[in-house]
């Protein structure tokens, strides 16, 4: 079956990797359908910030022009970096305060710290996104293969790209048995608008991110801008950050004989995170300390998926994304993983796709795709 209008690729996952293979695709004239589970591109919230470094020369390549220069809309502060400031990602000891480990600073031409949002509200640019589609299975035939969803909707293309996160559903049609790693750690997480006197002082040591770990009793965070006042041509927009603690689910850990686990009320989680923060040195002590009460603080139970070598779909459909090798964000590089798939798979799946799309040569060169994701991203 070739690709056309009535068999398109079928693209499950509105994240970053979906939405950035359907622009390609439109520009290599390959039509696609993009479902995406969630009800609208503001379901989530704003998200992570995104640092993009090694994947940014595939991402200007695999956009089309009038998209790459929209990428500063996405900045996390448009004014700073129009100041010329980078971030050194910089490492410190809670207990102390000093600065253990930082990288050199980069231009904007080769590193960006962006929003998970705001990238995705460029990449969907014309992207026709059909909202509320959660997947329930997948099959595929020697020329077809056909999504379902849980609305009892379906869809049949030539080639169905799972790009639905690290609790793909995609995955689990594919493969049942590949399960997620459960990292031994617990977060919380909370976002922060701060006035440019209280962000001051965490500016001071770096305008974009910044993240320690006490020495003596292991606990982590990081805070990390998302938004500023620079981006608004109203200037008394606050600073928003995303603070997030994190600590090992241990025995022993900060003298408790069990591990702990996240909070079930609001305020249980508040008390545990000024317990950690009254350890810490300054200015994330107060930062920390300083959290209003009545902000919510969300429990995240961290996974990865450290992609099996064997890692082999079958079929008329593969993997992309974290629904293939989902790292947690203390590596710093899953979003640049998630680009240079979409390059991989550009540059050996659409040539076959254009030809003629025939079920051999397209397992064939899925198969290459796959394997050169696995060796790239395994650990």
């Known amino acids: 079956m070739t690709v056309s209008q009535s068999n398109p690729v079928l693209i499950v996952g509105a994240g970053i990797s979906g939405l950035l293979l359907a622009q390609n695709l439109g520009q290599h004239g390959i039509p696609v359908r993009v479902f995406e589970r969630d009800t609208d591109l503001e379901t989530r919230g704003v998200g992570w910030g995104l640092t993009l470094h090694w994947s940014l020369p595939a991402l200007r390549l695999l956009l089309p022009d009038h998209l790459v220069k929209r990428l500063p809309e996405a900045y996390v502060d448009r004014s700073a970096v129009s100041e010329g400031l980078s971030s050194t990602f910089p490492f410190f000891d809670l207990s102390t305060g000093e600065l253990k480990a930082s990288t050199p600073k980069a231009p904007e031409s080769d590193r960006i710290r962006v929003t998970r949002q705001g990238l995705r509200a460029i990449l969907a640019t014309d992207i026709n996104i059909e909202w509320n589609k959660s997947l329930s299975g997948v099959s595929s035939t020697s020329d077809s293969v056909t999504a379902t969803f849980e609305d009892g909707s379906s869809a049949t293309g030539c080639l169905l790209v799972g790009c639905d996160g690290a609790q793909s559903r995609a995955r689990r049609a594919l493969l049942p048995e590949l399960e997620t790693y459960k990292i031994p750690v617990r977060m919380l997480g909370v976002r922060l608008e701060l006035s440019p006197e209280q962000i001051k002082p965490i500016r001071d040591l770096d305008p974009f991110f910044l993240q320690g770990t006490h020495s003596k009793n292991d606990t982590f965070v990081y805070v990390s801008l998302l938004d500023a006042p620079g981006n608004h041509e109203d200037n008394s927009h606050p600073y928003v950050c995303q603070m997030c603690v994190s600590w090992p689910y241990r025995e022993g850990f900060f003298n408790s004989d069990s591990p702990i686990e996240i909070p079930d009320t609001a305020e249980e989680s508040h008390n545990l995170v000024r317990k950690f923060a009254e350890t810490w040195a300054e200015p994330f002590r107060s930062l920390a300390l300083g959290v209003p009460t009545d902000l919510e603080l969300k429990g995240l139970k961290l996974q990865d998926l450290p992609p099996p070598k064997d890692l082999h779909t079958s079929g008329r459909a593969v993997l992309m ?7 947690a964000m203390y590596r710093g590089e899953g979003a640049n993983h998630v680009i ?40």
């Open 321 to 327: 994304g974290d629904s293939i090798h989902a790292t």
């Open 340 to 379: 240079l798939d979409v390059e991989e798979f550009v540059k050996r799946v659409v040539p076959v796709l254009k030809e003629s799309g025939d079920n051999s040569s397209l397992r064939s060169v899925l198969d290459e795709y796959e394997q050169a994701v696995v060796i790239r991203t395994r650990p």
